[in-house]
């Protein structure tokens, strides 16, 4: 009975963790079929984190990028921290009942409003770096695009009550989680990667560059673009998924 | 070898259940046989085969009463490990017992050898004699994932039978064979128990039972409702066991005076046909109207994966309103590359397939749902909802139906299938034979004109099966067609008019139950066997249009 | 092909290998020590029965990064004192240039040393050499059971994408597609999970809780010169650490 205690001597966590590895991999590439404008390659960390907890989760997101790795993606491999603190804050999450619970609906439409106003601000921000490279203070940014503001908020608002429904506090989950992922990844990219991975996103890092930042902030700010975004969408698909889930087989998991 | 299986007023109640799964069970399972287990869906057969094995109450926590033995020992406290020289378990989903860890089937079969650190001379000459036993032995070095479902399902008989365990427990083994395969386990767990072994199955088949099987248990809620041979149990206790269908077919025989009426018999080789000389053809219920306007029409149709692999080789068939088509075919014959160019899955590399006389390559397969449904035999893939109500909702929602009519449609369903009691259940809650009604009625929610059905019947209980062809006539009823493809050939003889066989990539047969001649007869027993009555006719050189050959092929005979 | 002598090599030997150079490539101060761990990675390899995959592979992976370094540092990173080149309208940094080369030369290191490891290596003999040297059983487990478990998992994604269409599920446009992740994604994820249930069962059945060291039926060969090799190559990368950090090497 004891063994059961231990994370890993369990062989239903093992099990769990081993699929959400594939689940990563496979999700992250149907997103691809799908040509949608997003990653999604964490869902099955995300989910066990939720289902087992931070060491679990933070496991797994290790071990995924091993696999990552072994499959061929060499640069996945520095990356392996990242997916463990994924992991662990969405186990953490998980255990604070973040992956059960219901927010009321103008949570969700505020998390999407407020998502999308702190988005446009920030790349607002960058495009209109002075010449020096320096920032211009948020104030500034704000009265000079009122309009803009205006629009994404309502868009953000709208998007977030119809999208996020429920979800609320997941998407909100999701957002600092990928904040994080940001800022621990963006050292990464810049000094061992020279700021490039190969993909698409470069072009933002390009741009940001071209607007006079140097390449740690920039690879932060396309970070910040992108990451937030899509851990919001991961943590909420995770979010929906579990409370499709059967009863017995939440019950199998919290009994571990 | 000598091991025998004793429960003492077992009773066993899962945790944060009301209900015991297992009510007060003593019996005694003889040494060196086959004792089959069988009972409706969710009767506790699964739960029986996992509390001997050992996996209760670590595993599966619950509450214990009474005592079993297996070998003289206790799987209640013993864990599973400790049990494994005792007893092992094989369930139906072969491709969800592999380890995962190894490379080789070599490798797999000798796995929990290696685990429990036996000398490598050992675990070389036990898998040797594992493989050689389950007749694998040039799959050795294969992958396990490279395998077929059938030899998948052997290599995890030789992995069991590696750690050399008396007893040898299956969990509705044949559930995803074809019969060949289900044939050959027959024969093999046979040889088994010749050798010492004791052998326990829990079944939904009943004419593999009624061959194999030298004792039977029944199983109704949890509790031992009849036992004795097959014969003794199918003929005394039909209500609680369900009735083979070699039973039913000599029932309608010894009703019509073919056949004397004399004790039950084991297999139908055994059938002795004494019709009298003034025996009139059966009264059978009018066939399909002939094709007016077909709905589908698949035109000379080729199709290949690769360049050098071709499929389908020139297949013209076409399918009417109404209609009740059997798709039948070996594994690897075009069936299922035939049934996914019905909706538009696949498009054909030549040719063309028409559904109201419109081409559907033009359309996405989705946009093709409306008139082809298909019900894939794995409902794994299609289950998602929090509700059965909302599954079956999903269908109609999509094709953009309004409100109220998605509503209709959705209790019509229900309604149909049996599943008003359970609709706002999770899907995985319900026995697994309803969750496959459940994907049904989630595919009849979309009204198509056609709906096709990809091995219906495996794993179903009697009752489950009922349900099913209640739909299937309610389906028709209402003027659309229903195409089968499933193993289960006597279900097919039973509930469908005509028959279509595929062979390397061509049609072979096209034509109705009662009137396939001698040459189809045998040509269809060559590719996938007959159903019982036309398996009689053929064997006793009857044709079918006599008297008598309808009466054997009658498929109330088989109802 | 024949195995060359690195395929034959142990595989903690090769997987010290790799993190030396990649980690040699990052600390040894520009430009030789980028460069020369760039060579190294690439012409160690170089008689595996590997090396066409490997150097294929290799180029299909940093072309684009190349590009993308090239388009970043050298168009975009102004490093005055370094002079330019004019492409047209386009300043080419030299500077840019330059530290671009160093990226790029730390990149391929990294990524090479990996690639010849996993290329020539087996993932159930590198599992296994690694438990050997004390990694959980557990661990080898999930690694191998996810490596194979990948292959089916994207069957079911496919047959779930022929099930859902089959009952009208679109995925033409955008929101559509949208709308398909759930019924895509959920059946994956719940059928995975109803799994995991039967698939721990069969783990129960092969002995999984056994507490004896498991009997290896493939032994790994190793020699001394190996242990020595790879010691050196630790004792290498501590030196090296510690030289940079204590600031002998700018």
Sequence with gaps: MERFLNPLKNPINIVLMALAIAMNIVVGQLVTVLKLPIYLDSIGTVLVGALLGPIAGGLTGLLANVIWSLLGNAYALPYAVVALVIGVMAGIFGRNGVFRSNSPQWVGAAVGGLFFVALSLFILTFLNANEDGSLPAMADIINANALIFGITGVIGIVGGAVLIKNGGYAGLAGILTGIVAAVISAPITAYLFGGVTGSGTDVLVASFMASGQNILTSVFAQGAVSDPFDKMTSFMVVWIIINLLPKRVLERFEDQ | MNASVTLEHLSFRYQRKTVDALHDLTYHITPQQITAIIGPSGAGKSTLCAIITGFMPQFFRGQVDGTITVNNHSPITSSVIAMLPHVTLVT???????????????????????????????????????????????????????????????????????????????????????????????????????????????????????????????????????????????????????????????????????????????????????????????????????????????????????????????????????????????????????????????????????????????????????????????????????????????????????????????????????????????????????????????????????????????????????????????????????????????????????????????????????????????????????????????????????????????????? | MQAGWFDRLHPLTKLSWAITVAIAAYITPTPWGAWVMMGVAIATPLTSAQRWPMYRTLFGLFVPIALSLFIIQGLLFPTPGYGRIMLGSYSLELGGLYVASISLARIVALGSGLLAVILTTTPSVLAQALAERGMPRSIEYILLMALQILPDMRQRTHAILEAQQARGLIITALPSRIKALIPLIGPLVVGALIDVEERAMALEQRAFASTNPPTRLQQIVDSRAQHIGRTLMFLTIGGLIIARVSGVWS
């Excluded at chain 2, 389950?134 to 994932?145: C, Q, Y």
């Excluded at chain 2, 139906?401 to 599943?419: F, I, K, M, P, W």
């Excluded at chain 2, 009137?515 to 009555?533: C, F, H, K, N, Y």
């Design chain 2, 92 to 559: 139906s989903q072969a491709s969800s017992q592999i380890s995962g860890v190894c490379f080789t089937v070599a490798e797999e079969v000798g796995f929990a050898l290696q685990n429990l650190g036996l000398a490598p001379d050992i675990i070389r000459q036990r898998v040797t004699d594992a493989l050689h036993a389950m007749d694998i032995a040039h799959l050795a070095e294969r992958s396990p994932f490279a395998l077929s479902g059938g030899q998948q399902q052997r290599m995890v008989i030789a992995a069991a039978l590696a750690l050399q365990p008396p007893v040898l427990v299956f969990d509705e083994p044949t559930a995803q064979l074809d019969p060949p395969a289900v044939e050959a386990l027959g024969v093999t767990l046979k040889s088994l128990a010749t050798r010492g072994h004791t052998i326990i199955v829990a079944e939904h088949h009943l004419d593999w039972v009624a061959t194999f099987a030298d004792a039977v248990l029944v199983l109704d809620q949890g509790q031992l409702v009849a036992r004795g041979t097959p014969s003794h149990v199918f003929d005394m206790y039909p209500q609680k066991s369900g009735r083979p269908y070699g039973i039913r077919l000599h029932s309608y025989l010894m009703q019509q005076g073919i056949c004397a009426p004399t004790h039950t018999i084991q297999t139908i080789d055994q059938l002795v046909l004494t019709p009298p000389p003034d025996l009139q053809p059966p009264v059978v219920a009018h066939m399909a109207p002939a094709i007016a306007t077909p709905i589908l029409q698949i035109e000379n149709v080729h199709f290949a994966y690769t360049p050098d692999t071709p499929v389908l080789n020139g297949i013209n068939m076409h399918i009417g309103a109404g209609e009740r088509i059997a798709l039948l075919g070996r594994n690897g014959a075009g069936k299922s590359t035939l049934l996914r160019h019905l909706n538009g899955l696949l498009r054909p590399t030549t040719g063309i397939v028409r559904i109201h006389d419109h081409d559907i390559a033009r359309r996405a397969p989705g946009h093709n749902a409306k008139h082809v449904g298909i019900v894939f035999q794995d409902v794994r893939n299609q289950l998602f909802a929090a509700t059965i109500r909302d599954e079956i909702a999903f269908g109609p929602r999509t094709l953009g139906l309004s409100a109220n009519e998605v509503q209709r449609r959705v209790e019509h369903a229900l309604t149909t299938c049996g599943l008003t009691d359970v609709a706002d259940i999770h899907p995985y809650d319900i026995a697994p034979a309803r969750r496959r009604l459940v994907a049904t009625a989630a595919v009849m929610a979309l009204e198509s004109d056609i709906l096709a059905l990809d091995e219906p019947s495996a794993g179903l209980d009697e009752a489950s099966i009922q349900q099913l062809v209640h739909a299937i006539d309610d389906t028709t009823a209402r003027g659309r067609s229903v195409v089968l493809v499933s193993h289960d050939l006597n279900l097919c003889a039973a509930y469908t008019e005509r028959v279509v066989l595929i062979k390397a990539g061509r049609v072979a047969i096209d034509s109705t139950w009662q009137a396939l001649t001698r040459a189809e007869l045998q040509l269809l027993d060559d590719e996938v066997g007959l159903p019982m009555g036309h398996a009689v006719a053929l064997r006793h050189q009857i044709d079918t249009s006599t008297p008598l050959g309808r009466h054997l092929c009658n498929p109330m005979a088989l109802r």
